[in-house]
């Protein structure tokens, strides 16, 4: 077999912001439907129904002080020590988010400069060669960022790639919006960088789709379902929950297999599959209908390890996070080691779903 390009994983890192916070936190909050009507449940029943059908107890908010690009350039700072690699011989950073630069109070649009020149910047590089610039892809734009990566590092034209999820959904969520307490905020960062190899390793395929005609409107942007005087509109992210449920459960498994199919791997031979965290009760749908799909083949019980219940969802920087925290060992004793052969999928936004094979 000939010597071929291949992307590989050298680094990661995460920030997980400090701020436990607890289902009970939202007791006191109001809640209504989207005609801004009571529910008749009391909270007590609100948050025990909540955790029920998302597994979510707790979730993480980050502190006041900190903003989008800051969480972002924590977990670089993290994923640069863990490689090895050095900072000014990155070809690119890409930074995925969905809302910009988040201040605490300010939820204005602010996404200029990039949040990846501002990170750039933090980590005092001073190589003009190092292209850095944002993706918007949803919730599934941390991979692909690591996609769009490994496009260039198969080019030959890029070596180190910084790829980062970072969003600060609590600055984004509606106080009346039941469904906004499945939000978390956090960062996770990965390092990219070439092998040249006789066999395959790294990233060996991926797979995303769109699917806007039906779907676009699934997450939005729109106003608190109780506006109060001087609130302004459309700044919270709005979610038809139910329908965005069926819509990842009827299209997520096929994607998963379409990427499984091209790579020539099979399903039995996944040792972990690192899925977007959004809903606990959803990622085990998804992975039952995946086993299903494959001919019926039993779902290993550690294969699908799982954040959400004290991380919450965090949108683009679950997977990286989670990859982290098992690359580290710090994850309920879930490992990855040489040779294990991984699916990273997701699904958001757009409505984006993505899938990557990927060998350790
Ligand atoms: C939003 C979501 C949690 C709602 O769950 P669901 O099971 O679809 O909810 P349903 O509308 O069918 O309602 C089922 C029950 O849960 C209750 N419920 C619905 N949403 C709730 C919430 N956020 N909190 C508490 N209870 C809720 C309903 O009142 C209903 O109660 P009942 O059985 O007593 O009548 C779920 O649809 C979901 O997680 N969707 C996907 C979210 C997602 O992937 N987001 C992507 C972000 S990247």
């Known amino acids: 077999m000939s010597k071929k390009i291949y992307s590989v994983i050298c680094g990661t890192g995460k920030y997980i912001p400090t701020n436990i916070i607890s289902n009970e936190v939202f007791l006191n909050n ?49 994923a640069l020590n863990s490689s090895g690699i050095e900072r000014e011989s990155l070809d690119y950073i890409i930074f995925a988010q969905n809302f910009g ?9 602010d996404i200029l400069p990039s949040l990846a ?34 496009y260039y590092i198969k080019s030959g034209e890029a070596h180190n790639v910084l ?44 797979k995303t789709r769109s699917d806007t005609l039906e779907y676009s409107e699934m997450l939005f942007m729109g106003d608190s379902y109780l506006p109060e005087n001087g609130t ?23 994607a998963i297999q379409d990427c499984l199919n091209k790579s020539g791997v099979l399903l039995s031979d996944i040792k972990k599959v690192l899925i977007h965290q959004a809903n606990g009760k959803m990622d085990d749908a998804i992975l039952n209908r995946l086993y299903k799909l494959e001919g019926d083949l039993s779902v290993p019980f550690d294969v699908m390890p799982m954040t959400i219940s004290w991380l919450g969802n965090s949108s ?17 004793g879930h490992k990855i080691k040489k040779g294990d052969k991984i699916i990273f999928a997701s699904v958001g936004a757009g409505m984006n779903i993505n899938a990557m094979i990927y060998q350790v």
């Not at 107890?57 to 977990?75: H, K, V």
């Not at 630069?101 to 649009?109: I, Y």
């Not at 683009?316 to 309920?332: G, Q, S, Y």
């Open 232 to 254: 302004k509109k459309g700044i919270y992210l709005k979610m038809h929950g139910r329908k965005l449920y069926q819509y990842a459960l009827k299209h997520v498994p096929g």
């Open 316 to 332: 683009v920087a679950t997977i990286p996070t989670l990859l982290d925290l098992i690359l580290k060992n710090e994850l309920d």
């Open 117 to 150: 020149a501002r990170v750039k910047k933090k980590l005092n590089i001073v190589n003009p060669n190092t292209v850095a610039y944002d993706l918007l892809f949803g919730c599934p734009g941390w991979l692909q960022a690591m996609i769009q990566a490994d």
């Open 163 to 206: 790829v980062i999820g970072a969003d600060i959904l609590s600055r984004i969520s509606d106080p009346h919006d039941r469904d906004s307490m499945i939000y978390a905020d956090g960062a996770g960062a990965t390092l990219l960088t070439s092998q040249t190899s006789n066999t395959p390793t790294g990233i060996l395929t991926h």
């Open 30 to 78: 109001h809640f209504t439907d989207n005609s801004g009507k009571t529910f008749s449940q009391s909270n007590i029943e609100i948050i025990e129904k909540f955790e029920q059908i998302t597994t979510i107890n707790q979730r993480r908010f980050a502190d006041d002080n900190l903003t989008t690009s800051d969480l972002g350039w924590l977990a670089a700072e993290d």
């Open 101 to 109: 630069e988040l201040r605490h109070g300010n939820t204005g649009v």
